[in-house]
């Protein structure tokens, strides 16, 4: 599992953009990222998906309303902001989720996308940010249904009628 700050959550949208074919503007060699850039091209992505041009001729109605929808979350975290740094960290992972799910929609590479989560790990009161492919939650998850099917082995210590303790 991967702990990001800041600035990661930051790197990587620079790479989902790029993975998209997107390349956000930077204002000053910094990690700040124009939101105007990042309207602007979601605003070409949504104008070829409803014309069904380039990669989205053969995109489904499914696929394209999802599209939708997550433009939409674009649209409304930058709306306000001239930077996507100027975004509370948690505000900044759903921007990075909602473009790794554009891209991975204009890519049509679902398994590929990153999902993110902001949690506070047990003991700590510090949220991190965690990421992980949706391949590697997909591993996890049939991990875990095949340890909860497992039969436990047991120690005569905690074997009492016939059952684990």
Same mark, same amino acid.
């Given at each position: 599992?991967?702990?990001?700050t800041?600035?990661?959550?930051?790197?990587?949208?620079?790479?989902v953009? =790029?993975?998209?074919?997107?390349?956000? =503007?930077?204002?000053?060699?910094?990690?700040?990222?124009?939101?105007?850039?990042?309207?602007?091209?979601?605003?070409?992505?949504?104008?070829?998906?409803?014309?069904?041009?380039?990669?989205?001729?053969?995109?489904?109605?499914?696929?394209?309303?999802?599209?939708?929808?997550?433009? !939409?979350?674009?649209?409304?975290?930058?709306?306000?902001?001239?930077r996507?740094?100027?975004l509370?960290?948690?505000?900044q992972?759903?921007?990075? *989720?909602?473009?790794?799910?554009?891209?991975?929609?204009?890519n049509?590479?679902e !398994?590929?996308?990153?999902?993110?989560?902001?949690?506070r790990?047990?003991?700590?009161?510090?949220p991190?940010?965690?990421c992980r492919?949706?391949?590697?939650?997909?591993a996890?998850?049939?991990?875990v249904?095949?340890?909860?099917?497992?039969?436990?082995?047991?120690?005569d210590?905690t074997f009492? *009628?016939?059952t684990?303790?």
């Amino acid at each position: 599992m991967r702990t990001m700050t800041r600035m990661h959550v930051v790197a990587v949208l620079v790479m989902v953009l =790029g993975v998209a074919g997107l390349t956000p =503007g930077l204002a000053t060699g910094s990690d700040n990222f124009d939101a105007a850039t990042i309207r602007a091209q979601q605003a070409q992505l949504r104008s070829d998906a409803e014309a069904r041009r380039g990669a989205f001729k053969d995109i489904g109605e499914s696929e394209r309303a999802e599209l939708s929808r997550q433009q !939409d979350i674009v649209e409304r975290l930058t709306r306000d902001v001239n930077r996507t740094t100027e975004l509370r960290e948690a505000q900044q992972v759903e921007l990075l *989720n909602a473009l790794e799910h554009i891209s991975a929609i204009v890519n049509r590479a679902e !398994d590929e996308r990153l999902v993110c989560r902001r949690h506070r790990p047990t003991g700590s009161n510090r949220p991190t940010t965690t990421c992980r492919t949706v391949a590697q939650l997909k591993a996890d998850r049939i991990s875990v249904e095949q340890e909860v099917g497992r039969p436990r082995a047991c120690s005569d210590a905690t074997f009492r *009628n016939g059952t684990c303790f």
